[in-house]
């Protein structure tokens, strides 16, 4: 549908074409072609040419992004890092605090944790790199979440968002138990991931908000899993964002209102009151 759709030229409607109609937004670009097409009709920056460059030639996903999607993502990723921050200072993590970020893949929001001694980690090296390459001066490390090369208690903080819900059931609490591992006895650890809280609408709708989620979790699973690897949830709250069903329809939603501000707004809203939301919580060490 999105392939029969994408058949106008879209640098000629200078920016006011959603990228799915436009006939160059599913074909690979050089990184000339990025900027002389996508740059010039987006106004895209220099760091987010590189960035969908990097996601079609480098990341090993390969996929072509267009430009008006990965700014929605990168609205989402800043949402969920500021209300991480906002998380942190609330529960007494000062200014200079060591932070580990575990799932930071690309770390396009390290500047929003610029108050805090950063450490990235995450598994795909070539995120890691490219997030080293972005960031000179920050640190970045190639990290399984199952193995986490740190002594016990090395972080006053630990985030890990929007990565738990891509584990098999069976491995979730073998991540949680090695999160506490690293975090002080006194750290908080700041868990973000899409509600999996049941309702009318999901049944119609499809419960996942990604089909790369294996299953999402309802507060009380959260909770129950967060207790099994050694700790207790402290609070909890929503973050803002379009979090949607999984599925072609929803996704040319995204692409429709990706960057009309308002209209994005009032169809989360709806999307969140019927149980599409993503949560973010708190949680401490008990043993």
Known sequence: MIRLLAVLDGPGFHGRLPCVFCRYSRRRKSRVELQNICGACRDLSESEVRELFHAQENDPDRVVIPPNMLRLSRLHSDWRYQ???????EHGIASGARVLDVGCGISAQTALLR??????ADVNLERIQFAAAEHPGCSFTAQSAFHLGF??????AVLCLEVIEHFPSGERVKVIRELFRVLSKRGILILSTPDGRSTPWKTMLGAKCEKSHFRELPLAEVENLVRDGGGTVIGHRPVQGLIQPAGKVTAMIAHCVA??????????????SMGYRTLLYAAVRTR
């Open 259 to 272: 960057d009309k501000p308002s209209l994005r707004r009032a169809i989360g809203k709806t999307w969140a």
């Open 115 to 120: 108050a805090f001694r950063i450490v990235g």
């Open 83 to 89: 209300a991480a921050t906002r998380a942190l200072c």
């Open 151 to 156: 002594r016990e208690g090395s972080f006053d």
